[in-house]
């Protein structure tokens, strides 16, 4: 099983960009499955999570009202659209997926997922 991320770059704050996870190996279509990030010295947090069937999504509060998790089970993948994007979000952005057909709240939980990408940096300067 393969995930891989794509679309992280280097933007000036207020920008956007739209992160996609590509899954391989499996197909994640009834799992529950999200956007993590981290820091160097931080511990990886979760920054947005989406349900199997798309209709039920979880932010962390700073991301609120600014970015979008979203999912294409046809095609394998989910996305991460990241709207007004402030110097604090700069980080190394993960997908992961949970390889059980776990319930929504739990999937809030990082200890849920499985399955890794290699991350993306993500830098936005002031």
């Known amino acids: 099983v393969l995930l891989v991320e794509s679309g992280g770059g280097l933007v000036q704050a207020g920008d956007s960009l739209r992160l996609s996870c590509t899954a391989s190996?499996?197909?994640?279509?009834?799992?529950?499955v999200g956007w993590f990030r981290q820091v160097p010295g931080r511990d990886r947090e979760l920054v947005a999570m989406i349900n199997w069937s798309g209709d039920k999504t979880h932010y962390t509060d700073p991301v609120k009202g600014r970015f979008t998790i979203s999912r294409d089970n046809d095609k394998n993948m989910w996305f991460l659209q990241m709207d007004k994007l402030k110097p604090e979000d700069t980080a190394v952005y993960y997908c992961a997926a949970d390889s059980t057909t776990g319930n929504y709240y739990d999937a809030q939980d990082i200890r849920e997922y499985d399955y890794w990408g290699q991350g993306t940096q993500v830098t936005v300067s002031s």
């Open positions: 190996g499996r197909t994640f279509k009834n799992n529950n």
